[in-house]
């Protein structure tokens, strides 16, 4: 995901990713500084269910 997201930011992919979701929380600072919505999905909970 983070190769992806740079190559849309360097001009080589052009497309928009209007969300990022994830069960890692460590993209979410990288998604905020290239200004892509990030939500994070805990697989805990989803084990519960």
Same mark, same amino acid.
């Given at each position: 995901?983070?190769?992806?997201?740079? *190559?849309? *930011?360097?001009?080589?992919?052009?497309?928009?990713? &209007?969300?990022?979701?994830?069960?890692?929380?460590?993209?979410? &600072?990288?998604?905020?500084?290239?200004?892509?919505?990030?939500?994070f999905i805990s697989?805990?909970?989803?084990?519960?269910?």
């Amino acid at each position: 995901m983070l190769d992806l997201l740079w *190559r849309i *930011r360097s001009g080589e992919f052009f497309m928009e990713v &209007p969300i990022v979701v994830s069960n890692h929380q460590d993209l979410e &600072p990288i998604c905020i500084e290239l200004g892509v919505n990030y939500k994070f999905i805990s697989t805990l909970k989803l084990k519960l269910i």
